[in-house]
T-cell receptor, first 112, second 113 residues
Framework: NAGVTQTPKFQVLKTGQSMTLQCAQD?????MYWYRQDPGMGLRLIYY???????DKGEVPNGYNVSRLNKREFSLRLESAAPSQTSVYFC???????????FGPGTRLTVL | QKEVEQDPGPLSVPEGAIVSLNCTYS??????FMWYRQYSRKGPELLMY????GNKEDGRFTAQVDKSSKYISLFIRDSQPSDSATYLC?????????????FGKGTLLTVNP
């Protein structure tokens, strides 16, 4: 049971490049989330998906797009990366029974 | 004002000390309160979970919620170097949509041997 997995673990981009961060969970959870974590800012919600086929904006959605590919996978895309998107990105999924979120190990992204 | 405020620290204590970590919140609709622990370069993991006011104990950890003053606390007894981590409080409102947690910024704790 791997829980929540994220790829890649590290990435360096140049300004204007695009990339997709991948997230998968094997816990059969309906809801999935993308957060970014910056020093002094805490965890901020970018997008979430309450169930397969639905996505909604969170607190800081600008510059990002998401796809809920199926129940297991939720990807985050940066179409034209900017230095302000340098951050650590966490994916999470929600356990309805235990009423909590499980987080992946994170992707450390640097945009030069 | 952010909905959830947390002193970022850092907090440094000797091994064996009692640690008190605190958050305040402004949204009176919050009903569920959590503490997550995040080790360096790892994802957050759930440590404690409480509903409404009261105390909850789990080993060396006690979570306390006072809804009248909108204050939540995490106490760590007999702290160990392995407790060194960032602790994040989180709140949510079951009447809101889609289980969006509101996190504090986290407090960095170091327990010195």
């Amino acid at each position: 049971n791997a829980g929540v997995t994220q790829t890649p673990k590290f990435q360096v981009l140049k300004t204007g490049q695009s990339m997709t961060l991948q997230c998968a969970q094997d816990m059969n959870h309906n809801s999935m989330y993308w957060y970014r974590q910056d020093p002094g800012m805490g965890l901020r919600l970018i997008y979430y998906s309450a169930s397969e086929g639905t996505t909604d904006k969170g607190e800081v959605p600008n510059g990002y797009n998401v796809s809920r590919l199926n129940k297991r996978e939720f990807s985050l895309r940066l179409e034209s990366a900017a230095p302000s998107q340098t951050s650590v990105y966490f994916c999470a999924s929600r356990d309805v029974i235990k009423d909590t979120q499980y987080f992946g190990p994170g992707t450390r992204l640097t945009v030069l | 004002q952010k909905e959830v405020e947390q002193d970022p620290g850092p907090l440094s204590v000797p091994e064996g000390a009692i640690v008190s970590l605190n958050c305040t919140y402004s949204n009176s609709a919050f009903q569920y309160f959590m503490w997550y622990r995040q080790y360096s370069r790892k994802g957050p993991e759930l440590l404690m979970y409480t509903y409404s006011s009261g105390n909850k104990e789990d080993g060396r950890f006690t979570a306390q919620v006072d809804k009248s003053s909108k204050y939540i606390s995490l106490f760590i007894r007999d702290s160990q170097p392995s407790d060194s981590a960032t602790y994040l409080c989180a709140c949510w409102n079951s009447g809101g949509s889609n289980y969006k947690l509101t996190f504090g910024k986290g407090t960095l704790l170091t327990v010195n041997p």
